[in-house]
């Protein structure tokens, strides 16, 4: 059974960094292109990030130079790097097993002064 479990978010300030974890289980993410998602307060679930088997990534314009996404394939688990936070960041950030369809739980993550 697939299943994928984030972890990281919290409170942070405008500028601030944070580190998502998605750590997978019954799959072996390093062959699956896996992405993150986040959903803001009334607005629809947009693509964040994603990164492909051959480690091509790829970003939302509005995240470009400030978030990165990775994986460690000992761990199994995927990452996304936050850095220089905005508030407009502010949503519930999912992981996503694209080949699956398998999408976790969420994390939060709130920017605010």
């Known amino acids: 059974q697939v299943q994928v479990v984030e972890s990281g978010g919290g409170l942070v300030q405008p500028g601030g960094s944070l580190r998502l974890s998605c750590e997978a289980s019954g799959i072996r993410i390093r062959i699956l292109t896996m992405a993150w998602y986040r959903q803001a307060p009334g607005k629809q679930r947009e693509l964040v990030a994603f990164?492909?088997?051959?480690?091509?990534?790829n970003y939302a314009d509005s995240v470009k130079g400030r978030f990165a996404i990775y994986r460690d394939n000992a761990k199994n688990t995927l990452y996304l790097r936050m850095d220089k936070l905005k508030p407009e960041d502010t949503a519930v950030y999912y992981c996503?097993?694209?080949?699956?369809?398998?999408w976790g739980q969420g994390t939060q993550v709130t920017v605010s002064s």
């Open positions: 996503k097993v694209e080949d699956r369809g398998a």
């Open positions: 990164i492909t088997n051959s480690s091509y990534t």
